[in-house]
């Protein structure tokens, strides 16, 4: 059985730093392409980053270019989202997913992270 | 990159079939076969129930479909059951964005 559980979040102050991380197991790891996806508390879902399986390729949004990095361990079956110079608009559920060619086919079950001042 | 268009919400009664449209651009949604839509109950992680433009992952009900034409794709739910109300959203490849997503659409069932 395919699981994502993701840990990490938590209440930071605004420019501060978190590590998010993801769990995966049930799956061949190192041979999918994660994404993470975060949405607001009342709001849409957001792309937030994108590493392939090697991670040759990594992709972020540009809401997030430049102070988040996305990284993985295949050793670890693990996905980090290390995230610094916090905002307010950080403040979101964070979802680790699995890339099944142009789709998430598999969601963890989010970690809050509240941006406060 | 700006988010996929949605109307903010839909309804209709059980046995009804509803219709969600998602309205993009050449570089995203009429640009390529990477449409897919989720299912997100209040509460709970998004859930795959479309993707490329139209398959359907096992275990979606084939009330179900999914279709595009130029740079609107469209969602359909035929005979509108209670646990399909819940948030939908589109999703689009986008080249070197690799995701973009829709605004989403409270789907309520009367």
């Known amino acids: 059985e395919v699981q994502l559980v993701e840990s990490g979040g938590g209440l930071v102050q605004r420019g501060g730093s978190l590590r998010l991380s993801c769990a995966a197991s049930?799956?061949?790891?190192?041979?999918?392409?994660m994404n993470w996806v975060r949405q607001a508390p009342g709001k849409g879902l957001e792309w937030v980053s994108y590493?392939?399986?090697?991670?040759?390729?990594?992709y972020y949004a540009d809401s997030v270019k430049g102070r988040f990095t996305i990284s993985r361990d295949n050793a670890k079956n693990s996905l980090y989202l290390q995230m610094n110079s916090l905002r307010d608009e950080d403040t979101a559920v964070y979802y680790c997913?699995?890339?099944?060619?142009?789709?998430?086919?598999?969601w963890g079950q989010g970690t809050l992270v509240t941006v406060s001042s | 990159q700006s988010a996929l268009t949605q109307p903010r919400s839909v309804s209709g009664s059980p046995g009804q079939s509803v219709t969600i449209s998602c309205t993009g651009t050449?570089?995203?949604?009429?640009?390529?076969?990477?449409v897919s839509w989720y299912q997100q109950h209040p509460g709970k992680a998004p859930k795959l129930m479309i993707y490329d433009v139209s398959k359907r992952p096992s275990g979606v009900p084939d009330r179900f479909s999914g279709s595009k034409s130029g740079n609107t794709a469209s969602l359909t739910i035929s005979g509108l059951q209670a646990e399909d109300e819940a948030d939908y959203y589109c999703c689009s490849y986008a080249g070197s964005y690799p995701r973009v997503f829709g605004t989403g659409t409270k789907v309520t069932v009367l």
């Open positions: 049930g799956f061949s790891f190192s041979a999918y392409t």
């Open positions: 997913a699995r890339d099944n060619g142009g789709n998430e086919d598999y």
């Open positions: 050449s570089s995203d949604v009429g640009g390529y076969k990477y």
């Open positions: 590493i392939s399986g090697s991670s040759n390729i990594i």
